[in-house]
């Protein structure tokens, strides 16, 4: 049973450090271009690392026998085009973020960045590389509607923070620190303590969402050749 499910137990464990190490070392493993610093490339070893640790899990999924050393550097080269790719879509996260009206809904983009990016590459080493053929039964959807939960959750959290802000926002905008500041300043340091919280709770829902589809994918797909 252990044998038969060593890459379920490879991409738990590659999920839980990539989204736990995110959240200790950059908050969102995201890649600013302009800002090539520490965190710049932190993020970048964390994304080479997790896409490499899913094709290496893809391929004991598949169960061929491959010299694995070659799996190893295959899955590094992997890894390091699916980083740069990330830096691409943050490049686009990015020109919308500036026009966000606050910090909350800038990491919700960073958060769905890493969802939906996350989400094409389990998709992709299934369909392309494994070469299995989903299957739409009752169990995969299921899971399907177990996804949607665990998105629709994450979808109320920000809903939430963004009434948050503009409750308080109405009720203190009399007070005499908030016009000593600014009504803008005063929105920027209130979703900035807010945004802090949702991305606790976005690396929560990306974990538990990646871990899912995984399954999800590994109990309802087939060989295309079968």
């Not at 038969?4 to 271009?33: C, E, H, Q, R």
């Not at 699916?82 to 910090?103: H, P, Y």
């Not at 959807?141 to 629709?152: A, C, E, H, R, S």
Request: hydrophobic share 55%; charged share 15%; glycine share 8%.
């Amino acid at each position: 049973m252990m044998e038969k499910n060593k890459d379920i137990l490879i991409v738990i464990i590659a999920t839980l450090i990539f989204g736990g190490a995110s959240k200790i070392l950059v908050g969102v493993p995201y890649m600013a271009w302009g800002y090539f610093d520490q965190l710049f490339i932190a993020a970048f070893i964390l994304w080479t690392f997790y896409s490499a640790a899913l094709y290496v899990a893809i391929k004991i999924e598949n169960r061929k026998n491959e010299n694995c050393l070659k799996i190893g550097f295959v899955g590094v080269m992997f890894g390091l085009a699916v980083a740069c790719l990330k830096m691409g879509v943050d490049a686009i996260i990015e020109q919308f973020a500036k026009s966000a009206s606050n910090l909350i809904i800038t990491a919700f983009m960073m958060e769905m960045g890493i969802l939906i990016l996350g989400s094409i590459i389990i998709f992709a080493l299934y369909i392309y590389v494994a070469k299995k053929e989903i299957l739409w039964n009752k169990s995969m959807k299921n899971y399907t509607l177990g996804l949607g939960g665990i998105i629709g959750i994450y979808f109320a959290v920000i809903v939430y923070y963004l009434w948050q802000l503009k409750h308080w926002m109405e009720k203190f905008s009399g007070l005499d620190v908030v016009k000593e500041i600014g009504k803008e300043q005063g929105i920027l340091n209130l979703s900035t303590k807010y945004a802090r919280e949702s991305t606790m709770m976005g690396m929560v829902v990306y974990v538990a969402f990646f871990i899912v589809l995984w399954i999800a994918l590994k109990k309802n797909t087939e060989n295309k050749e079968a």
